[in-house]
């Protein structure tokens, strides 16, 4: 049988928990990992034996600050291949699900959330791989579906981007941690994105739209929270601005709203510190 969805970065945080979120609801899935499609050399002949109904592409190069180093690898990657993929699928059957960021929009609004009717203005490498890929999807493959969004949590303690662990593994043995109070972000449950994006889809929504937690906090309250949640006594106090320089220049507000998706009638479910509270506690469930 021919697979319904077919999803790539599945070793990474979002891919694997929305193949694992298929699988479980009896969906036909095709994980499809490096060995098939290769983003550093994106060859799409996997595609010439199968044309799914959904294609998520959640892989990417993730690594924000080594994309700031290595400019032509970041755009290969994130939006070459994104083309070598939209040019091999099929938009009369195929809607092509794009993950993007909130973080493309840039510095223009210092401290508001964004919402998907602002220019759009990267400051970084990565960002702008991610707008240019998104700028190609809407030019030539018309049934697609862009989710912007940002600072996911609910991976697994292995994945090399999963912030809240790395924080939690920071703060053993220490007293306080320190947090950025200049970062706007918003906190984004994986579950969550993962079952409203297939509302959307279900709905028959397409286009490109904010995907996010509903509230904006800064770096400052989100580390307090994780380690509030973690109940391990450890202080978070703001830190200066000097403890959190970054090669990439990321927009101190990567914060949205989800307008487009609420005009839509659709709300993200969306309580982020009681989902932190319950990630915290099956994390510590596994142990060390
Ligand atoms: N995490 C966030 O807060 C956040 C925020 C905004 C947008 N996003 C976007 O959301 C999507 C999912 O992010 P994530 O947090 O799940 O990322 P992640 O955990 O870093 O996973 C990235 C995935 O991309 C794969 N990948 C990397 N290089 C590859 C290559 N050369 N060929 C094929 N696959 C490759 C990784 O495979 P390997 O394990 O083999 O390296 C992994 O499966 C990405 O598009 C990301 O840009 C994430």
């Not at 770096?219 to 320089?245: N, P």
């Amino acid at each position: 049988m021919e697979a319904e969805w077919q999803i790539t970065g599945v070793t990474g945080m979002l891919g694997g928990a929305w193949a694992e979120s298929l699988e479980s609801q009896g969906k036909k899935v095709q994980q499809v990992g490096r060995d098939l499609f290769d983003l550093e050399r994106p060859n799409a002949d996997f595609l010439k034996r199968s044309s799914p109904t959904f294609f998520a592409h959640c892989a990417a190069n993730t690594a924000v600050d080594a994309c700031e180093d290595s400019p032509e690898l970041a755009f290969r990657m994130n939006t070459a291949a994104v083309e070598v993929l939209g040019r091999a699928l099929d938009p009369r059957r195929t809607t092509f699900v794009f993950i993007s960021s909130t973080g493309i929009y840039g510095k223009a609004n210092p401290s508001d959330p964004y919402s998907e009717y602002d220019e759009v203005r990267p400051t970084t490498v990565y960002h702008e791989s991610k707008w240019r890929a998104e700028q190609w999807i809407r030019r030539h493959y018309a049934n697609h579906l862009i989710l912007r969004t940002g600072w996911l949590f609910g991976g697994r303690k292995e994945h090399r981007k999963n912030f809240v662990w790395k924080r939690i593994q920071e703060s053993q043995g220490k007293t306080h941690l320190f947090g950025d109070p200049s970062q706007r972000g918003n906190p984004t449950y994986i579950p969550s994105l993962i079952s409203t994006a297939e509302r959307m889809i279900s709905e028959g929504m397409r286009g490109t739209f904010n995907l996010v937690g509903d509230s904006s906090v800064t770096r400052l309250e989100y580390v307090a929270e994780i380690m509030r949640s973690a109940g391990q006594g450890v202080q978070v106090r703001a830190g200066d601005s000097s403890m959190f320089q970054r090669r990439a220049p990321v927009s101190p507000n990567e914060s949205a709203s989800n307008h487009k998706l609420k005009l839509s009638g659709l709300v993200f479910d969306s309580d982020w510190k009681k989902q932190m509270q319950n990630y915290i506690r099956t994390l510590q469930v596994e142990g060390t």
